[in-house]
């Protein structure tokens, strides 16, 4: 069976290219570039060139494909570009389509409007399909906080006291990975919600983290505006990808949109999902005080 995996270079394609890789599965890891797609290639995996802004680009590598994992970046097009995916996909006769989205309720925001129109197209289409959606995940939001911990041990964010389910990427990729592995019809037409194990203000977070780390974290709360003015003075393009790939994610953080907690990984996987705090005694060489 060869899997093939859109966004082969980026956060989840990668993770989900090494789990499959582990778990024997041939994988096709897509990437535009054909520097990447020779690096990409190892054991089970061969990098191949395919550009969702190129539907010419798809048929061919559809047709050496038996399944489907769907991601692609943040962006305006995000929508037409998965469209052209999932067509490409049914032309071929594939036998199964799983599709990135996420468990934040971005209701009508852009980004929403975006993945809409891929869920649609889904719908519509005769392949079956699942849909696996990580509420926010621990690696984008903490990741990012590693400086403000190692220096002064603080994070900085514009989450208010909003609640987060927010789920470990490793959790995230394990459901996939089974999904791609099990017969396309068990979860055709589900939309799998994988969250952390409980939903906790940043403050806690913050607490948890510290914990972990052995030291005190706190959890600095700055109005969107402080916070965008920050993030630009750290190099973040003030354009319209400052809103779309950061604020509008904060922003319903705060409004409590982000606070789903499920059972889902835990069905799956036969154990609880990853906690902060689990999170952080993983990555804590990261945070190490400099
Ligand atoms: N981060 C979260 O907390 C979270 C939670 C839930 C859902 N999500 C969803 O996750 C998705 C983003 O996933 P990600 O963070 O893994 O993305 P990412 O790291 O930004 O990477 C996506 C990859 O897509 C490739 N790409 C860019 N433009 C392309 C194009 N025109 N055609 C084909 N490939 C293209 C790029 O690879 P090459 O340059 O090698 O081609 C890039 O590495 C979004 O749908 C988002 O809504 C994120």
Known sequence: MNVLVTGATGMFGSSLVDALDRSGVDVLAMTRSKSSAQKLTRGNVTGVVGDLDDPSSLPALMERADRMFLVSPIHPELGRREIMAIEAAETSGIAQVVKLFGA????????DTQHQMSLDALASCSVPWTIVSPQTVMETNLLGQIEGIKHENSMYASA???????VAL?????VAAIVLQADPTKWAGANLEITGPAALTYSEIADEMGRALGRPVSYVDMPEKEFAAMLIEYGFPDDEDLDLQVLCHFRQMRSNKANLVTNTFQELAGRPATSIYEWTLAHRELFANV
């Open 160 to 166: 208010g006291d909003g609640r987060i389910g927010m």
């Open 104 to 111: 934040v309720r971005h209701e009508g925001d852009p980004l």
């Open 170 to 174: 490793c959790d995230c990729i394990e």
